[in-house]
């Protein structure tokens, strides 16, 4: 069974600029989640998709990060503009009806 | 709001000792617990995941104990080697699937 893929691993912008993550779940998966994980600490929940609808989304900064998952099966997290506070590793997750996630390898955003 | 603390943020041991990595949580209203293993750079791996009505899983030299009520869980790790060098966190769900995750700990095991 393929694990949950993301991409790009790395991304390094300058602050202002725009930056998009993509990530494929696994295969059935109906439940896809976004975290953020800054130096240090655990992930924290961004957004969470239940096929394609939002579930959770209180944690988003609305007024620069956008996430969408139009077919319920891949999602892109959006972030415009950049700024150097939003350096962090960006984690997609996926999981059923069981709750147990599984996590992708990452992309780790460097904002200069 | 559920808050989840991992004690110590970093361990240092030499190699065979066994170990033992602390995790609570201030909501006792949890719908499961999960430990992780994270190497650097890299993404997490599940290790065991307790449901609320469990008390403890085991998986290998691993074992998760989870009690509710004091809103406390144990990893013990029998027997450590140099490959269990990682950053092991802790997460609990609430019904909603709402995951919540301690800062974790650093585990370096020594040859």
């Known amino acids: 069974e393929a694990g949950v893929a993301q991409s790009p691993r790395y991304k390094i912008i300058e602050k202002r600029q725009s930056v998009a993550f993509w990530c494929n779940p696994i295969?059935?998966?109906?439940?896809l989640y976004w975290y953020q994980q800054i130096l240090g600490q655990g992930p924290k929940l961004l957004i969470q998709f239940q096929n394609n609808g939002v579930v959770d989304d209180s944690q988003l900064p609305k007024d620069r990060f956008s996430a969408e998952r139009l077919k319920g099966v891949d999602s892109t997290l959006k972030i415009q503009p950049a700024k150097l506070e939003d350096s962090a590793v960006y984690l997609c997750?996926?999981?059923?009806?069981?709750?147990?996630?599984?996590f992708g390898p990452g992309t780790r955003l460097t904002v200069t | 709001k559920q808050e989840v603390t991992q004690i110590p943020a970093a361990l240092s041991v030499p190699e065979g000792e066994n170990l033992v990595l602390n995790c609570s949580f201030t909501?006792?209203?949890?719908?499961?617990l999960q430990w992780f293993r994270q190497d650097p750079g890299k993404g997490l791996t599940s290790l065991l995941l307790?449901?609320?009505?469990?008390r403890e899983q085991t998986s290998g030299r691993l074992n998760a104990s989870l009690d509710k009520s004091s809103g406390r869980s144990t990893l013990y790790i029998a027997a450590s080697q140099p490959g269990d060098s990682a950053t092991y966190l802790c997460?609990?769900?609430?019904?909603?699937?709402?995951?919540?995750f301690g800062a974790g700990t650093r585990l370096t095991v020594k040859p």
């Open positions: 997460a609990v769900s609430d019904n909603n699937n709402d995951m919540r």
């Open positions: 909501d006792s209203a949890i719908y499961n």
């Open positions: 997750a996926s999981s059923t009806d069981s709750y147990e996630q599984y």
């Open positions: 295969s059935g998966h109906a439940t």
């Open positions: 307790i449901q609320s009505s469990q």
